[in-house]
């Protein structure tokens, strides 16, 4: 069995994937409490409510707003983590790109509760940050000096892990055996983003098969990352069946020749639906079924060895299917 957690974040990040090796793999961290403006904006549209109504107590809910409830639909990453998969050890964590909405939280989750790692995926970049950034951020700082320290392969009390730095075709034990395809990025994507100082498409975009299904996870890679994967790997190579949706399910990380090759049948959004900034009606043109954790919250995706796909929301019932291939 596969099965892919995308959890409920708010604007950010945060995946873990239980492979059928038994290992357990990590996609980026966030550990939002709360909603960022443009996440109430869309929500109180998508409840048909003004926003002074939907922020209002009492106004649906007896004792809470609609604010309250979507607000209680977020998880922290630790607390999934222990209610899911407490003492396994995570063997493989990948850190898509260095932004801060798909890092905030590493601190707590590795250093100060501890959770054992083993492998630690990173894109070799530039970028740096000091303490004046984080003035006014909704990020800490603590998760970036703790970053670095993983990159560089020291974990809490002296503790070491192995580093890997994987490029396009990149094979090897630590992967290959887990059926997971590096299709992005390359020195030349990486080389951009750091002149550039964005790094969105230097982002890991990995390729995870299993009983037929194919899975694409592409953290914020847009069209550059896009066209530089369909010029040199090809189209066939990049159909799949579940995608998630880059850049949060935003326009700038939909490219209609990309999602045209990989012509997915289900489309998952962390966080999508931002008004003036969604792709998620793009996506539906391709005749996927769009999911957004926002309105779901964290969406479990499972694979069977039959190939058969299951989409559950938090609530654990079944939101979309896949029949079985075999």
Same mark, same amino acid.
């Given at each position: 069995?596969l099965?892919?957690?995308?959890?409920?974040?708010?604007?950010?990040d945060?995946?873990?994937?239980?492979?059928? *090796?038994?290992?357990?793999?990590?996609i980026? =961290?966030?550990?939002?409490?709360?909603l960022p403006?443009?996440?109430?904006?869309?929500?109180?549209?998508?409840?048909?409510?003004?926003?002074?109504?939907? @922020?209002?107590?009492?106004?649906y809910?007896?004792?809470?707003?609609?604010?309250?409830?979507?607000e209680?639909?977020?998880?922290?990453?630790h607390?999934y983590?222990?209610d899911?998969?407490?003492?396994?050890?995570?063997?493989?964590? =990948?850190?898509?790109h260095?932004?801060?909405?798909? @890092?905030?939280?590493?601190?707590r989750?590795?250093w100060?509760?501890?959770?054992?790692?083993?492998?630690? !995926?990173?894109?070799?970049?530039n970028?740096? /940050?000091?303490e004046?950034?984080?003035?006014?951020?909704?990020?800490?700082?603590?998760? !970036?000096l703790?970053?670095?320290?993983?990159?560089d #392969?020291? #974990?809490?009390?002296?503790?070491?892990?192995?580093v890997?730095?994987?490029?396009?075709g990149?094979?090897?034990?630590? !992967?290959?055996?887990? *059926?997971?395809?590096?299709?992005?990025?390359?020195?030349?994507?990486?080389?951009?983003?750091?002149?550039?100082?964005?790094?969105?498409?230097?982002?890991?975009?990995?390729?995870?098969?299993?009983?037929?299904?194919?899975?694409?996870?592409?953290?914020?890679a847009?069209?550059?990352? !896009?066209?530089? @994967?369909?010029?040199?790997?090809?189209?066939?190579? @990049?159909?799949?069946?579940?995608?998630?949706?880059a850049?949060? #399910?935003?326009?700038?990380?939909?490219d209609?020749?990309?999602?045209?090759?990989? *012509?997915?049948?289900?489309? =998952?959004?962390?966080v999508?639906? /931002?008004?003036?900034?969604?792709?998620?009606?793009?996506?539906?043109?391709?005749?996927?079924d769009?999911?957004?954790?926002?309105?779901?919250?964290?969406?479990?995706?499972?694979?069977?060895?039959?190939?058969?796909?299951?989409?559950?929301?938090?609530?654990?019932?079944?939101?979309?299917?896949?029949?079985?291939?075999?």
């Amino acid at each position: 069995m596969l099965t892919l957690h995308f959890l409920n974040v708010g604007h950010g990040d945060c995946t873990f994937v239980e492979l059928p *090796s038994a290992r357990l793999m990590m996609i980026d =961290i966030n550990n939002s409490t709360s909603l960022p403006e443009s996440d109430v904006l869309a929500l109180a549209e998508h409840e048909g409510v003004s926003l002074a109504r939907f @922020m209002a107590k009492g106004a649906y809910f007896q004792a809470r707003s609609w604010e309250d409830y979507y607000e209680s639909l977020l998880v922290d990453p630790h607390d999934y983590y222990v209610d899911h998969f407490s003492g396994r050890s995570v063997f493989r964590y =990948i850190q898509t790109h260095p932004d801060m909405d798909h @890092m905030g939280g590493l601190h707590r989750f590795f250093w100060q509760e501890e959770v054992t790692l083993e492998n630690f !995926w990173d894109v070799e970049h530039n970028k740096t /940050k000091d303490e004046d950034d984080f003035a006014n951020s909704p990020y800490a700082y603590v998760d !970036w000096l703790v970053y670095r320290l993983l990159r560089d #392969g020291t #974990g809490p009390n002296n503790s070491t892990h192995k580093v890997i730095h994987n490029l396009r075709g990149d094979n090897g034990h630590y !992967w290959s055996d887990d *059926s997971i395809e590096v299709l992005s990025p390359t020195t030349e994507l990486i080389s951009a983003c750091n002149t550039s100082e964005n790094y969105n498409n230097c982002s890991y975009v990995l390729k995870l098969t299993y009983a037929g299904r194919t899975v694409i996870l592409p953290g914020d890679a847009e069209r550059p990352a !896009w066209t530089s @994967m369909l010029e040199d790997l090809g189209e066939d190579a @990049m159909k799949c069946d579940v995608f998630k949706a880059a850049h949060h #399910g935003r326009e700038s990380g939909y490219d209609e020749d990309a999602v045209s090759a990989m *012509s997915p049948d289900i489309v =998952i959004c962390s966080v999508g639906k /931002k008004p003036s900034t969604d792709a998620s009606d793009e996506y539906a043109s391709h005749g996927a079924d769009v999911l957004s954790t926002r309105f779901h919250g964290t969406i479990t995706v499972s694979v069977d060895s039959n190939g058969k796909v299951t989409v559950k929301n938090r609530k654990g019932e079944e939101i979309a299917a896949l029949p079985r291939l075999y």
